[in-house]
């Protein structure tokens, strides 16, 4: 069974908005923090959003104002709603989740911002 389920990625233009979803399957325990990192093309990976199981969230600079990141703690899912997206946004979306000391990441989704 996989971990994390990732579905929300696709091609939208400039100025437009996303809204990724990642729901932890049932065989993970003890989830702490959930959240997301991204890759573009021949760069490291870097985090975007996170929340804690208690809601505090931590956001990288250059997304805040315009994502925004909220859990369903019952459903074990998390979202990450991203609005006036760029090119520089494009890259490989990952969801994490931290749980008793292990991390598990999803398969990544594909978000690509281009006219």
């Known amino acids: 069974q996989v971990p994390l389920v990732e579905s929300g990625g696709g091609l939208v233009q400039p100025g437009g908005s996303l809204r990724l979803s990642c729901a932890a399957s049932?065989?993970?325990?003890?989830?702490?923090?959930m959240g997301w990192y991204r890759q573009a093309p021949g760069k490291q990976r870097e985090f975007v959003a996170g929340?804690?199981?208690?809601?505090?969230?931590n956001y990288a600079d250059s997304v805040k104002g315009r994502f925004t990141i909220s859990r369903d703690n019952a459903e074990n899912t998390v979202y990450l709603q991203m609005n006036s997206l760029s090119p520089e946004d494009t890259a490989v979306y990952y969801c994490?989740?931290?749980?008793?000391?292990?991390?598990?990441w999803g398969q990544g989704t594909q978000v690509t911002v281009s006219s």
């Open positions: 049932g065989t993970i325990f003890g989830i702490n923090a």
């Open positions: 994490y989740c931290n749980a008793l000391q292990q991390t598990y």
């Open positions: 929340v804690t199981s208690s809601g505090r969230k």
